[in-house]
């Protein structure tokens, strides 16, 4: 069974460009979360899909960035315009039924250098 | 909020060596705990796992037991090896909080030969 993947593994951009990164959940995932990790602080919660309902937005950092899941299946994760604060690693994960204890499985993450 | 706290690294550590990270917690109720590992180059992987008090979770020689009194989850392992060389996350989900992790900042072990 395949895990999670993401694209593309690295990328970067300068201050003003768009970004859009993707994640492939698990197959038969309904749960797809996003995380961040920007200069070496703590990986930060984003948001919570549910099938293709956002189910949890509440660690969104602001209106440039914008996620949809499009038939419940893959994510993406759309930065616009980009600024340097946004560089940093973005992980997916996902999980089957969204539990308090079931565990994420991660993807290997996006590494975004915003110059 | 909840809140995690985790030593802050690097760890460097003989092969072979005890080691220990500790990981402390905040949270209203009673969290579910992780801790999660991502080898160089990789993602995360999850390490183990405990859901309620005085579970300890196990893998790869890894442990750790959910501590309700003192908020505590701290990772153990009896000898290391050069292949546990990583940066290992402490991380929770709140009862409250859906199903979002709340993770620690990060320990990098380097196990040297």
């Known amino acids: 069974e395949a895990g999670v993947t993401q694209f593309p593994s690295h990328s970067v951009i300068e201050k003003g460009q768009t970004v859009t990164l993707r994640c492939d959940p698990i197959s038969g995932h309904d749960n797809l979360y996003w995380y961040r990790r920007v200069m070496g602080k703590e990986i930060k919660f984003l948001l919570h899909f549910v099938k293709e309902s956002k189910q949890d937005e509440s660690g969104m950092p602001n209106n440039r960035f914008l996620a949809e899941r499009t038939g419940g299946t893959y994510s993406t994760l759309k930065v616009q315009p980009a600024e340097l604060e946004d560089s940093g690693v973005y992980f997916c994960?996902?999980?089957?039924?969204?539990?308090?204890?079931?565990?994420?499985?991660f993807g290997p993450g996006t590494r975004l250098l915003v110059l | 909020g909840d809140s995690v706290t985790q030593m802050e690294g690097p760890v460097t550590l003989s092969e072979e060596a005890f080691l220990t990270i500790n990981c402390t917690y905040t949270a209203t109720g009673y969290p579910s705990l992780f801790w999660y590992v991502q080898y160089p180059g990789e993602g995360l992987q999850l390490l183990l796992k405990?859901?309620?008090?005085?579970d300890k979770g196990s893998n790869k020689g890894f442990e750790a037991t959910y501590r309700k009194e003192t908020t505590s989850f701290h990772l153990e392992k009896g000898s290391v090896q050069v292949s546990d060389s990583a940066v290992y996350f402490c991380?929770?989900?709140?009862?409250?909080?859906?199903?979002?992790?709340?993770f620690g900042g990060g320990t990098r072990l380097m196990v040297k030969p």
């Open positions: 994960a996902s999980a089957l039924n969204g539990g308090g204890g079931e565990t994420q499985y």
């Open positions: 405990a859901t309620k008090a005085d």
């Open positions: 991380a929770l989900v709140g009862r409250n909080a859906g199903n979002m992790l709340t």
